[in-house]
């Protein structure tokens, strides 16, 4: 069984900048995907970005460019650097792990972002 803890979330100016992390416990595959949906009220959620333990990614055409996943295998830990943010990113955020891509099987308790002058 697989835990998420998120930490990151938070209110920020249009433009500005924030990292989540979430760190993964439990039972962890050596082969796995960690990443990041979201969430925006009244909006189906979708996938922000992804990274394999391989290091393949995969990013939403809306934060290419602006967003940057990363992962320290070693903590099981994932992060998304959220830079040039817009009122549309305005969401809640949530860590997933799972064992193929864009098939995540854990979420974690999502994180609210704020984008907001």
């Known amino acids: 069984q697989v835990q998420l803890v998120e930490s990151g979330g938070g209110l920020v100016q249009p433009g500005g900048s924030l990292r989540l992390s979430c760190a993964a416990s439990g039972t962890i595959s050596s082969i796995n995907t960690m990443g990041w949906y979201r969430q925006a009220p009244g909006k189906e959620r979708e996938l922000v970005a992804y990274?394999?333990?391989?290091?393949?990614?995969n990013y939403a055409d809306s934060v290419k460019g602006r967003f940057t996943i990363s992962r320290d295998n070693p903590k099981n830990t994932v992060y998304l650097q959220m830079n040039s943010l817009k009122p549309e990113d305005t969401a809640v955020y949530y860590c997933?792990?799972?064992?193929?891509?864009?098939?995540?099987?854990?979420w974690g308790q999502g994180t609210q972002v704020t984008v907001s002058s």
């Open positions: 990274r394999t333990s391989g290091g393949t990614t």
């Open positions: 997933t792990y799972g064992l193929l891509p864009s098939r995540p099987n854990v």
